[in-house]
């Protein structure tokens, strides 16, 4: 689960004060996957950061009381120094996890070839996307935290690989996905969210969502 308690976030923007949350609270339950619809540039991006923890709300109080994953195409700890393979043991080691395991799982889903035993600073973004998603994949999860602005790769066998094995955990975790695309979330959620103002409004189905959503965008 994760609980928002009267969260609120906001930024300065140089001119104004840019508000992301204003004393939201919601949750997020174990089984019941959420999508999350936001226009671009109202903070979606941050709203995923700090259910995972990346950042800190101005007020209030966030709750997690289960293993909730960094957002895809994120990867805290890798050291651009180490190569892939001391990244992945390393990680592994953090999350208590075999290190031959998660190196080899690594290794066979990234597909990077020799360049897994060179500095994770020398791989071009591409590269990079595949390792950290393909680390994120080894590890295992309650809740996967989905951004829709992730990095991406277009290595069409990594896609096809990593996108099998990621449908096949979400058949039994709970995902979170931010998008300002409907579509997007239909692949993932029943429930579904819209963040308008720093409100986050909560909907049982994507449909009564996509109508007030679809409003306030035509606004």
């Not at 992301?20 to 540039?41: C, H, K, M, Q, T």
């Not at 709300?57 to 190569?83: A, K, Y």
Request: glycine letters at 10%.
């Amino acid at each position: 689960m994760i609980e928002f308690i009267e969260v609120s976030k906001s930024f300065w923007t140089g001119k104004q004060r840019k508000v992301i949350l204003d004393r939201a609270s919601f949750r997020v339950e174990l089984g019941n996957s959420l999508g999350i619809l936001a226009p671009n540039g109202t903070g979606k991006t941050t709203l995923i950061n700090m259910m995972a923890g990346l950042e800190k709300p101005d007020e209030g109080r966030i709750n997690r009381v289960c293993r909730i994953s960094f957002p895809l195409g994120f990867m805290g700890g890798v050291v651009n120094r180490h190569t892939g393979t001391e990244n992945a043991r390393y990680i592994a080691r953090l999350y208590g996890l075999d290190p031959d395991y998660v190196e080899a799982f690594s290794r066979w889903l990234c597909g990077i070839g020799e360049y897994y035993d060179m500095p994770v600073g020398t791989y071009s973004q591409g590269m990079r996307a595949r390792f950290t998603f393909s680390l994120m994949l080894a590890l295992d999860f309650d809740i996967y935290l989905i951004d829709e602005g992730m990095p991406s790769t277009t290595d069409v066998e990594f896609n096809r690989k990593a996108g099998a094995l990621l449908r096949e955990r979400l058949e039994s975790a709970t995902v979170v996905i931010v998008s300002h695309q409907p579509a997007t979330l239909e692949k993932f959620c029943r429930s579904a969210a819209v963040l308008h103002h720093g409100r986050i409004h909560l909907f049982d189905s994507l449909d009564e969502a996509k109508e007030l959503y679809d409003y306030q965008t035509r606004g």
